[in-house]
């Protein structure tokens, strides 16, 4: 069965960083671009970072570039997201998602991946 387990969400304070796992369970996630997203209460789901299936390639939201980074361990099926200089505008639901695709684009599109985690909870508050 086919399954994305997100961890490492946590209450932190601004200025902090975390780092996000997820788990792929059920395939090997080698031919597929990987990505992050959020949702905070009230708004849309958006793209946080993608990684391509190699890990060669990425893309990252304009809000996130330069403080977070995505990579990614085939070999242990894990997709990570280290997150730094955190500011309470990154307080969301973090969820990974699996594209039917080997590379990402540049839209970060909810609708371009299949499969989904049930999320994690990232809390940046003082």
């Known amino acids: 069965q086919l399954q994305l387990v997100e961890s490492g969400g946590e209450l932190v304070q601004p200025g902090g960083s975390l780092r996000l796992s997820c788990v792929v369970v059920?395939?090997?996630?080698?031919?597929?671009?990987m990505g992050w997203f959020r949702q905070a209460p009230g708004k849309e789901r958006e793209g946080v970072a993608c990684?391509?299936?190699?890990?060669?390639?990425?893309t990252y939201a304009d809000s996130v570039k330069g403080r977070f980074t995505i990579s990614r361990d085939n070999a242990k099926n894990t997709v990570y997201l280290q997150m730094s200089s955190l500011e309470p505008e990154d307080t969301a639901e973090y969820y990974c998602?699996?594209?039917?695709?080997?590379?990402?684009?540049?839209?970060?599109?909810?609708?371009?991946?299949?499969?989904w985690g049930q999320g994690t909870q990232v809390t940046v508050s003082s």
């Open positions: 998602a699996a594209r039917g695709w080997e590379y990402c684009n540049s839209y970060l599109r909810p609708a371009d991946f299949g499969s």
């Open positions: 059920g395939f090997t996630m080698d031919y597929y671009a």
């Open positions: 990684i391509s299936s190699s890990g060669g390639s990425t």
